[in-house]
């Protein structure tokens, strides 16, 4: 039970300098710190960003907007860039990384969750987080912006790709941005077309947006366009010489727009973010190995074909993880000795010392590391 109100947490940021000079000489752990603050609230802590649910909105079938509001050290974002949430399951501190679609003055942000069927943490989200909830969020990312030039832009999304885009849309909207601006949406079924009546709001109160989607997975007479991204649909929206191009979506669709952008050699820019990694490389004959875990102990016989994180797993490890794709870095660990092969490059790493992401690496000798 908390001593004290939610809505004191960020008022009370000033006073906890002292105990931050503290910690930073090493005269206090930080752990230390934290666990008295979180006697007063769980989400009191010295520099953790914490974020307590506001409102949940679901936006489309299988989407749902998160509004929440932040500790006092949450330090600011942009929208179109994105960020770690992280929830505990059965003892594991698992996270993943969401778009930020709004972020408002006060600590107010919002995130749009896509539900992955079969996924270990956007059903949790989506089914059981309630408001007044507590997340910790993780650090910011992402270099996606819009663009300084008055000029026309045209938004490409596929699947939840929409969420950095909105917000960015939002705010260029809001600050006046009169070039014209078209956003195409491509999802597999009606009612994956999120924020749709956000979108269409919009698109009737500014004369210089155009919104259109196209269904991928069926066939729809009555829409304008059907199908996955071609350039015959940027004929049919009048769009073939946008300023600027914003893309983003799965690594395929990303590749198809950036083949397109290639091919129509136009001036502007094109920006592009994928949420889905290149596949892994193939690895080359299969080798036994030893691993060991040195903080647990372990030893285990192995081989260089499965990542680190799944041979941890199967010896009953349970290392902190979010994507497993290599991109939100929560496996990061330290290698000990041995060499170990990035499976997306096939890069070989043996220098003692060096973060390794569990994930995306496969031993490629014994390996030994800090787990
Ligand atoms: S779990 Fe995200 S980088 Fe490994």
Redesign the pocket.
């Known amino acids: 039970m908390a001593l004290i109100p939610f809505a004191w947490l960020r008022a009370l940021k000033p006073l906890l300098w002292p105990l931050r000079v503290l910690a930073a000489r090493g005269w206090l752990r930080e752990a230390d710190i934290d666990f008295c603050l979180a006697r007063m609230h769980p989400a009191l802590r010295l520099n953790r960003v914490f974020a307590r649910v506001a409102a949940r909105q679901w936006v489309a079938e299988d989407m749902l907007q998160l509004s929440l509001q932040a500790n006092g050290n949450w330090a600011g974002a942009t929208p179109g860039q994105h960020l770690q949430l992280f929830v505990e399951r059965e003892g594991v501190r698992l996270?993943r990384t969401y778009s930020l679609t709004s972020v408002q003055p006060g600590g107010r942000l919002q995130v749009a969750i896509k539900l992955q069927a079969g996924g270990r943490v956007s059903p949790f989200l989506l089914e059981h987080l309630a408001v007044g909830d507590l997340l910790e969020l993780g650090p910011v990312q992402g270099e996606m912006n819009w663009p300084q030039a008055n000029e026309g832009v045209l938004l490409l999304a596929a699947g939840s790709g929409i969420t950095p885009l909105l917000g960015l849309l939002r705010q260029a909207l809001a600050k006046g941005f009169s070039a014209p601006i078209t956003l195409l949406h491509y999802v597999r079924e009606q009612g994956q077309r999120a924020f749709v009546e956000e979108l269409q709001a919009l698109q009737g109160q500014y004369a210089n947006l155009q919104v259109q989607w196209s269904l991928t997975a069926e066939a729809n007479e009555a829409a304008v366009l059907n199908g996955r991204f071609n350039a015959a649909h940027l004929q049919a929206l009048n769009a073939t010489a946008p300023g600027n191009v914003l893309a983003c979506g799965p690594a395929g669709f990303v590749s198809q727009v950036q083949q397109w952008w290639q091919g129509a050699q136009l001036p502007g820019v094109l920006q592009v973010e994928a949420f889905t990694p290149p596949a892994l490389l193939a690895l080359d004959g299969v080798r036994a190995v030893q691993l060991g875990f040195a903080r647990s102990h372990q030893q285990r016989p192995a081989d260089n074909q499965r990542s680190l994180?799944e041979w941890a797993e199967a010896q009953g490890l349970q290392p902190a993880?979010?994507?497993?794709?290599?991109?939100?870095?929560?496996?990061?660990c330290t290698l000990l000795s041995g060499t170990v092969r990035d499976m997306r490059s096939g890069a070989l790493f043996s220098e003692p010392g060096q973060p390794i992401?569990?994930?995306?690496s496969a031993a490629h000798s014994d390996v030994e590391i800090d787990l």
């Open positions: 996270s994180l993880h979010g994507c497993r794709q290599g991109i939100c870095a929560s496996c990061t992401r569990l994930c995306v």
